[in-house]
């Protein structure tokens, strides 16, 4: 029996790919971090989702060690989100160190599960300047779990080489296009659906669903090129 784990934030990315792996794998699991996030309202729509969709398991994991250690505008409520990048060419919406927490701590799950695959919606294309969003780093973390704990591993990124157009027509190719337009969140103010329209999060999210919808015939083609 095919198990996988997916790293599910309640976000857009993460539930395209926890629907996509519930069409690919006999039982799937999801997981849900808790650090104190600004926009915690997504771990009660990630709940939402998870027993609607109804996983095999979804677990909510308290790590708000992460938020007494990691500043950001996304662990602090008095830094605003800025739309300008900070002197090191990050956004201060960056979280050191929460994908190498997070992808631990699903590597654990999933080895406690006997599942061989962690899912991630990571992606390199639009990948709002994160460094723990590239291929490099993912497949350096796939390797050190696969070391640490001797056993084959697979962290599966269905989103890295695709921009936010293609993770559209991917979700309309899984015949989700609205659940995920509507009841997702992916907003950094934590507002459902399309968001505040204004944050980084959701001018992204935006700007691709309006590539997707003005050119569908284009997007999906690409997405088909891209063999997803
Ligand atoms: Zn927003």
């Not at 629907?19 to 939402?48: M, N, P, S």
């Not at 294309?125 to 070391?147: H, I, W």
Request: hydrophobic share 35%; aromatic share 6%.
């Amino acid at each position: 029996m095919s198990k996988a784990v997916v790293v599910f934030s309640g976000g857009q990315d993460s539930t395209t790919c926890l629907i996509q792996a519930l069409q690919q794998f006999d039982e799937v699991h999801g997981i849900t971090f808790d650090y104190g996030q600004r926009h915690r309202q997504e771990i009660e729509i990630a709940k939402e989702l998870g027993s609607k969709l109804k996983l095999a398991s979804h677990k909510v994991m308290d790590v708000t060690l992460l938020n007494e250690l990691a500043i950001s505008a996304l662990t602090r409520d008095s830094i605003p989100v800025s739309n300008e990048l900070m002197e090191n060419g990050l956004p201060n919406t960056f979280v050191p160190g929460r994908n190498i927490l997070f992808l631990t701590l699903a590597g654990i799950y999933a080895y406690q599960l006997g599942a061989d695959t962690v899912i991630t919606g990571v992606c390199e294309t639009d990948f709002s300047g994160y460094p723990d969003c590239r291929n490099d780093f993912v497949k350096a973390m796939q390797n050190a779990l696969e070391q640490g704990m001797d056993k084959k591993l697979t962290i599966s990124t269905p989103l890295m080489w695709l921009d936010k157009a293609e993770t559209w027509a991917l979700a309309d190719k899984l015949q989700s296009l609205d659940l995920i337009r509507h009841e997702t969140l992916t907003c950094y103010n934590g507002i459902k659906g399309d968001g505040c329209g204004t944050c980084p999060a959701c001018l992204l999210r935006k700007r691709g669903l309006e590539d997707y919808l003005n050119n569908k015939d284009t997007v999906q083609a690409q997405l088909a090129e891209k063999s997803c």
